[in-house]
């Protein structure tokens, strides 16, 4: 499984794991955090590129989306691959926030390479919700999405976060893709800052 912001949110996800592992609901895997050696705001971190499908004026270096994706999948799976006795026919990707708009994006590709996303709280507010349009032109040109999809935010995160979610949840719903699996959760009291643990 990849995380993005690695830098900020990795140990939040090896605890996760830690504890689902402890208690026999989930299997051995190997845990991945992709950073960049810098916190979020840090000029050497560039999430603000690299997570981000599309241009947008409110960040002038992004839309990196699919270049960084081609990344994840040809560069670092088959290193990884190379190094470690990883299941070809299982590979995860995992985000938070702006991170979860490219696992959306890495979701809605014509044949994609992630069999299990998990995308918490992602921004589909980004570009004025050009994620859905993604989403609809893949579901007009194919009918299946063989893939696992995990979708989750806080229950007191904000109205934004919940009402988009809620609008890809719908879009989904009301025009499925075969054999795509989603699962989808609110966290009670949590915000935008304390549902990624939960997540």
Same mark, same amino acid.
């Given at each position: 499984?990849?995380?993005?912001?690695?830098?900020?949110?990795?140990?939040?996800?090896?605890?996760?794991?830690?504890?689902?592992?402890?208690?026999?609901?989930?299997?051995?895997?190997?845990?991945?955090?992709?950073?960049?050696?810098?916190?979020?705001?840090?000029?050497?971190?560039?999430?603000?590129?690299?997570?981000?499908?599309?241009?947008?004026?409110?960040?002038?270096?992004?839309?990196?989306?699919?270049?960084?994706?081609?990344?994840?999948?040809?560069?670092?799976?088959?290193?990884?691959?190379?190094?470690?006795?990883?299941?070809?026919?299982?590979?995860? $990707? !995992?985000?938070?926030?702006?991170?979860? @708009?490219? #696992?959306?994006?890495?979701? *809605?590709?014509? &044949?994609?390479?992630? +069999?299990?996303?998990?995308?918490?709280?992602?921004?589909?507010?980004?570009?004025?919700?050009?994620?859905?349009?993604?989403?609809?032109?893949?579901?007009?040109?194919?009918?299946?999405?063989?893939?696992?999809?995990?979708?989750?935010?806080?229950?007191?995160?904000?109205?934004?976060?919940?009402?988009?979610?809620?609008?890809?949840?719908?879009? $989904? !719903?009301?025009?499925?893709?075969?054999? @795509?699996? #989603?699962?989808?959760?609110? *966290?009670?009291? &949590?915000?935008?800052? +304390?549902?990624?643990?939960?997540?």
């Amino acid at each position: 499984v990849l995380f993005m912001d690695g830098d900020n949110q990795f140990a939040s996800a090896v605890r996760a794991y830690g504890a689902e592992r402890a208690a026999g609901r989930v299997p051995p895997l190997l845990l991945v955090g992709v950073g960049y050696g810098a916190s979020y705001g840090r000029a050497a971190n560039k999430r603000g590129r690299d997570y981000t499908p599309t241009h947008h004026s409110f960040e002038p270096a992004s839309g990196g989306g699919s270049t960084f994706l081609k990344f994840l999948i040809r560069t670092l799976w088959p290193e990884l691959a190379r190094r470690y006795p990883v299941d070809p026919k299982t590979r995860g $990707l !995992a985000g938070y926030s702006l991170g979860a @708009l490219l #696992v959306l994006h890495a979701l *809605f590709q014509k &044949r994609p390479f992630f +069999t299990h996303h998990l995308a918490a709280a992602p921004s589909i507010w980004w570009d004025d919700r050009a994620i859905l349009a993604q989403a609809r032109r893949r579901r007009a040109r194919q009918s299946a999405l063989p893939a696992r999809l995990f979708l989750g935010v806080g229950e007191k995160d904000s109205d934004s976060m919940t009402a988009d979610l809620a609008l890809l949840e719908t879009q $989904l !719903a009301a025009r499925p893709f075969a054999k @795509l699996a #989603v699962t989808s959760r609110r *966290f009670p009291r &949590r915000t935008h800052y +304390t549902a990624l643990p939960a997540s």
